[in-house]
């Protein structure tokens, strides 16, 4: 039992490692600041794309989106990463991890905003289209509100994922969250610094978590 | 060398596919094996905690409910690197694969257990006293008329949540276990060419596309159960 | 039969002091019932005969579906007493899956199980409560289902059922179990007005057939030709109580009046 107390919730290394892991903790957000919008910008396109009246538009839309979530994120960061530098395109990991990670959030959020556009019936633009606003803004101002409320769990959830998915930028050696924790792992020879991390990423997700459980719920009754 | 030349042997050089094609497909095997069994033991164990906390047993319920968040909350990576660098030190020694497949089957029970948790709050009160007043009793009722329920209502996020969790088995590429990803990192770095990897993407896809279309045809076969 | 924990639960001021000859099927002794501050069941005493049809009227929140489901203890008492040929239904110790199977109930939702056909629903209990064989649970939900003349939908599922079907379904499910008693909490009111007389032609039936029957209900014609007796409920309490004709034709109580003139818009 010490062992493991020594081993995991060693608060000396802790405290040493406390400066590297929290330098790592701003490069996560900063992460986040630029892929979640990114994702969502990119989501919300190919959802319009993929509900398209046109098959040559929706088609390939609805194949992109597929190809995305079948491929796992670490795969197609890696292969961004690892890859295009064989083409000669050199790319630093921060560009490769916000070019992976456009791809496989965009396929994501775009799935659930097509689920919320669909959720809204034909009835609110057509409503919207008859005072004279025009499709855009049919769109901004009726039906996308109503999409992203009825939506919004999913939104949530898919948000605490993205999170936690920048940790896969530290097998890219950007100096993230986990990278940082790691090398202090490596460096100590002991656990306790990824656990610091696990407790940031706790004090940032366990709410986010909580509150997609109340929504679950509220939808359920 | 052209251009469209110089792409094609990069990504799609035939005597590397050839040379690294039967590494992948081992490769391939390993992540079967272990799709298919976090699949099968977190859906179970998530199924078995969702019944458990529905006995609203207070203190059996907390501590799922704790589990699901931490499980749900934490980065997978960051679960791994902790068991896979940290038990060992403590004197337990866990093959990567090993650990692989516990993460992952946790995590995967965490969800399915707040999903199907979800399911089973669903099912309308009048179900569980209609089973009571026929003399079922409270574990028949859960068994033979809410849970069948609350699983149909739980497969389309049951399906997508299972294919996102099994795809993090490339994760195991950064502790050693030899899926198709490692495979191909390793055979990338040897031939000093992106074949590997590009035969690694299309592995994937191959694998995994078909579970998506079906997650496709799932939702819109289950929407209407949401009006 | 005589469960040694009758004597210390049975209030012996109940009525269960009544000679065996004449025990009624059910028995409620000063059933009470609160939720939180709000008292729904103040002193509740109740007998119904065997092969009696006991009609229950009263306004919405007179406690009536209350009382109904304090019967099987979907809702439970907060004292009292009430019993089934004798043997308690309240009190410590009852086992209550057993007394279940005794007490057949129909909801106003029909709550059948979605997910089963309608065969299915009624053979569950059957199968899985009563441990009868395959065979021999289809054939008795076969009968079931004939007798509320829906043999021919056995293996359709609920939603391919109209409403009147489902609460056919939902009373055959009752049934199979070979009740001693069946509790009717507002059967026809989630109903399309065109669905209702099956379902109460089937409830005839029963009646005819010698079955003991508490109904909750709003169908004051049925009540008029098929009660032996109608009882008025108001604010937790039964008001009053006699035949059909008289409830009707000459109610004693004000609130009783004021009810019916409500409901009959006369």
Redesign the interface.
Same mark, same amino acid.
């Given at each position: 039992m010490e062992?493991?107390a020594e081993? @995991?919730l060693n608060l000396e290394i802790m405290a040493a490692a406390w400066p590297t892991v929290v330098q790592g903790l701003w490069v996560t957000l900063l992460i986040c600041l630029v892929v979640i919008p990114m994702g969502m910008a990119g989501g919300l396109l190919a959802a319009l794309a993929s509900l398209s009246p046109r098959r040559a538009v929706r088609w390939p839309m609805i194949a992109f989106v597929?190809?995305f979530? +079948?491929?796992?994120?670490? $795969?197609?960061l890696?292969?961004v990463y +690892? &890859?295009l530098p @064989? +083409? &000669?395109l050199d790319i630093s990991p921060f560009t490769a991890v916000a070019v992976a990670f456009f791809l496989n959030n965009s396929a994501y959020y775009g799935e659930i905003f097509r !689920?919320g556009l669909l959720s809204v019936g034909t009835g609110q633009a057509e409503a919207a289209r008859s005072t004279g606003l025009t499709a855009g803004q049919s769109l901004a101002h009726v039906v996308l509100p109503q999409a992203v409320r009825n939506v919004l769990p999913d939104l949530i959830s898919n948000t #605490?994922?993205v999170v936690? =998915?920048? *940790?896969?930028a *530290? $097998?890219v050696s950007l100096g993230e969250m =986990?990278h940082q924790a790691?090398l202090a792992?490596s460096v100590t020879?002991? !656990?306790s610094p990824? $656990?610091l991390? +696990?407790g940031i990423?706790?004090a940032i997700?366990?709410p986010? #978590?909580?509150l997609i *459980?109340r929504f679950?719920?509220r939808?359920?009754? | 060398m052209t251009p469209l030349e110089r792409f094609l042997d990069t990504f799609f050089n035939a005597a590397v596919l050839a040379k690294y094609a039967p590494a992948i497909l081992q490769g391939v095997w390993v992540t079967v094996e272990l799709s298919v069994l976090i699949v099968l033991s977190g859906i179970a164990l998530g199924g078995l905690l969702a019944c458990v906390r529905a006995y609203r047993v207070r203190l059996l319920s907390f501590g799922i409910v704790i589990f699901a968040d931490i499980f749900r909350a934490l980065p997978p990576l960051v679960l791994i690197l902790i068991v896979y660098f940290g038990l060992p030190n403590a004197g337990i020694f866990l093959s990567s694969f090993v650990v692989l497949y516990a993460i992952l089957t946790l995590i995967l029970a965490a969800f399915a257990e707040e999903i199907l948790w979800a399911g089973i709050t669903s099912v309308a009160k009048g179900q569980w006293e209609a089973a009571r007043s026929t003399g079922l009793g409270f574990t028949q009722a859960l068994l033979w008329v809410v849970l069948p329920q609350a699983v149909r209502l739980a497969i389309p996020p049951l399906t997508n949540r299972a294919i996102a969790i099994t795809k993090m088995t490339a994760l195991g590429t950064v502790i050693g276990v030899p899926d198709i990803l490692n495979q191909a990192t390793t055979a990338q770095s040897f031939s000093g060419n992106a074949s590997p990897l590009m035969l690694a993407a299309v592995a994937y896809v191959l694998l995994f596309m078909p579970f998506v279309v079906l997650s496709r045809w799932l939702e819109s076969r289950f929407a209407w159960r949401k009006v | 039969m005589i469960d040694p924990r009758a004597a210390r639960t049975a209030d012996p001021t109940a009525p269960a002091a009544a000679p065996a000859a004449g025990r009624p099927a059910l028995e409620i002794a000063a059933l009470h019932k609160s939720f939180g501050a709000t008292t729904v069941l103040s002193g509740i005493d109740l007998a119904v005969a065997p092969s009696e049809l006991v009609f229950v009227l009263g306004p919405s929140g007179s406690g009536k579906s209350t009382m109904l489901r304090c019967c099987n203890r979907l809702e439970e008492p907060d004292s009292g007493t009430i019993l089934l040929k004798g043997t308690p239904v309240t009190g410590a110790g009852v086992n209550l899956n057993q007394i279940r199977q005794r007490i057949g109930m129909v909801f106003q939702a029909f709550n059948l199980y979605p997910h089963l056909t309608a065969l299915k629903n009624v053979t569950l209990a059957l199968r899985k409560v009563r441990g009868l064989s395959r065979a021999e649970a289809e054939a008795r939900a076969v009968e079931a289902l004939t007798q509320v003349g829906l043999a021919d939908k056995a293996g359709n599922h609920p939603a391919a059922l109209s409403g009147g079907q489902q609460q056919r379904v939902a009373i055959a499910r009752a049934l199979a179990l070979e009740p001693e008693v069946m509790l009717f909490d507002e059967p026809t009111s989630a109903l399309d007005p065109e669905l209702v007389g099956d379902v109460l032609a089937v409830m005839r039936d029963m009646k005819s057939a010698g079955m003991t029957m508490l109904v909750v209900s709003h169908e004051m014609k049925f009540a008029q030709e098929a009660a032996d007796r109608v009882i008025f409920m108001d604010g937790g309490s039964i008001v009053e109580q006699g035949p059909p004709e008289r409830i009707f034709g000459a109610p004693e109580h004000e609130r009783t009046r004021a009810f019916l003139s409500r409901v009959t818009g006369g």
């Open positions: 062992k493991f081993q @995991f597929d190809f979530r +079948a491929i796992p994120p670490l $795969v197609l890696i292969f +690892a &890859g @064989f +083409a &000669g !689920a #605490v994922e936690k =998915l920048t *940790s896969l *530290s $097998v =986990l790691d792992r020879y002991n !656990a990824i $656990v991390a +696990a990423y706790l997700l366990w986010c #978590v909580r *459980s679950e719920r939808m359920a009754t | - | -």
